[in-house]
């Protein structure tokens, strides 16, 4: 995976060239990346990153997102949904949210991301899904208002309800209050315009 190639550009996302995964982090390119976010009736659907990542693992995070490879374009991305969570999406049926820039740096990692931001509007039952062990060890909803709530601060900790599937296969449900820091640290601007712009489509 760390051989990957991704296209790198600069801060004025002028296309510079194509680089390894390991080397885009380690030098720090701005690099495209998917995410997608699934909303399903009032409940925002997160992944638990799998204990085996080797960044954040075990944190919550975006339905479905990962790195696009220098030759795919942005409709490729799509492909990360499959991937994850094993659920067929077509691209056509995403809600674009806009591209977000930002900046997260954790020790010697640097994640300099322009983020394409999609929402798919689903009816799928989490029971549903196949997981990508390697990348997703579980699914969670929240309430999209405790969601919105645990960013502004006006709560600390909300309830998230789904489950994981352990190292030996085992299914153990979730039903827990977590704060900010069981989260991907993504910059608090990060999620605080996905609310917005998630809010946009549900008035």
Request: glycine share 6%; hydrophobic share 35%.
């Amino acid at each position: 995976m760390e051989t990957e190639q991704i296209k790198i550009f600069d801060q004025a996302r002028n296309e510079m060239g194509v680089a390894s995964r390991e080397e885009v982090h380690k030098k720090g390119y701005w690099h495209e990346v998917f995410h997608c976010w699934f909303l399903s009736h009032n409940d925002l659907l997160l992944q638990v990153r799998s204990e085996q990542k080797k960044e954040n693992p075990s944190l919550l995070d975006i339905t479905a997102a990962g790195h696009l490879l220098a030759d795919e374009t942005v409709a490729d991305g799509v492909r990360e949904v499959k991937e994850e969570l094993g659920v067929d999406v077509p691209f056509e049926e995403l809600v674009p949210l806009g591209i977000i820039e930002y900046c997260s740096i954790q020790g010697t990692y640097i994640d300099n991301e322009i983020a394409n931001v999609f929402l798919y509007k689903c009816h799928v039952e989490i029971k549903d899904f196949h997981l990508q062990k390697e990348e997703v060890a579980g699914i969670v909803k929240v309430y999209f208002n405790d969601f919105r709530q645990l960013w502004d601060e006006s709560k600390d900790v909300i309830r998230v309800t789904g489950y994981e599937i352990k190292a030996d296969g085992s299914k153990h449900s979730i039903d827990q209050l977590v704060g900010r820091d069981q989260f991907v640290p993504h910059p608090a601007g990060y999620y605080q315009t996905i609310i917005e712009k998630i809010d946009e489509q549900i008035k």
